[in-house]
T-cell receptor, first 112, second 114 residues
Framework: QQQVKQSPQSLIVQKGGISIINCAYE??????FPWYQQFPGKGPALLIA?????SEKKEGRFTISFNKSAKQFSLHIMDSQPGDSATYFC???????????FGRGTSLIVHP | KAGVTQTPRYLIKTRGQQVTLSCSPI?????VSWYQQTPGQGLQFLFE???????NKGNFPGRFSGRQFSNSRSEMNVSTLELGDSALYLC?????????????FGSGTQLSVL
């Protein structure tokens, strides 16, 4: 049973465009939602995270939008740059377990 | 401050063999977790060690095992390798166990089983 569903699997965006990656979760006890960025040959690195007490969190060009009633959260990358080309993973944890459950990842390619 | 170090970087084994992977966490970090990353399944949690004790375990067969030493370094062992074990194995460390603690990943060990 996949507890965190991520889409799309791959995404191609032109430089300067907006990249949007969506995740949906099933466990209503989840209360921590991080996004990780992974470049080829490297391990994932924490990009930004949100808790359900806020509906949006912004850090530079990266924004997480959170919809508790729909059990969905998304990552928006504004003014996407070729350097943003990477694989992005959403994750969720909570309900007595701090071990994150990861989505299957989105491969983002930003064309110059 | 050095990051999470995993060795070896690449490994090629044949079916039926066993393999040991090593992870050195960031200095001062006491929690070490292991993940299996494959293109189709993403990151799957294997187990977590804290102060030499396994605190959490994922849904993997008993062929996958691990341990943590008193200096927080950790090893992961896979016995009787199968073709499906081919994957990137990632180690992550945290200062302490808990959701508020940031996970720091190593670059992984790419295991190929032939």
């Amino acid at each position: 049973q996949q507890q965190v569903k991520q889409s799309p699997q791959s995404l191609i965006v032109q430089k300067g465009g907006i990249s949007i990656i969506n995740c949906a979760y099933e466990n209503t006890a989840f209360d921590y939602f991080p996004w990780y960025q992974q470049f080829p040959g490297k391990g994932p690195a924490l990009l930004i995270a949100i808790r359900p007490d806020v509906s949006e969190k912004k850090e530079g060009r990266f924004t997480i939008s959170f919809n508790k009633s729909a059990k969905q959260f998304s990552l928006h990358i504004m003014d996407s740059q070729p350097g943003d080309s990477a694989t992005y993973f959403c994750a969720a944890s909570g309900g007595g377990s701090y071990i994150p459950t990861f989505g299957r990842g989105t491969s983002l390619i930003v064309h110059p | 401050k050095a990051g999470v170090t995993q060795t070896p970087r690449y490994l090629i084994k044949t079916r039926g063999q066993q393999v040991t992977l090593s992870c050195s966490p960031i200095s001062g970090h006491r929690s070490v977790s292991w993940y299996q990353q494959t293109p189709g399944q993403g990151l799957q949690f294997l187990f977590e060690y804290f102060s030499e004790t396994q605190r959490n375990k994922g849904n993997f067969p008993g062929r996958f095992s691990g341990r943590q030493f008193s200096n927080s370094r950790s090893e992961m062992n896979v016995s009787t390798l199968e073709l499906g074990d081919s994957a990137l194995y990632l180690c992550a460390s945290q200062k302490d166990a808990g959701a508020n603690e940031k996970l720091f990943f190593g670059s992984g060990t790419q295991l190929s089983v032939l």
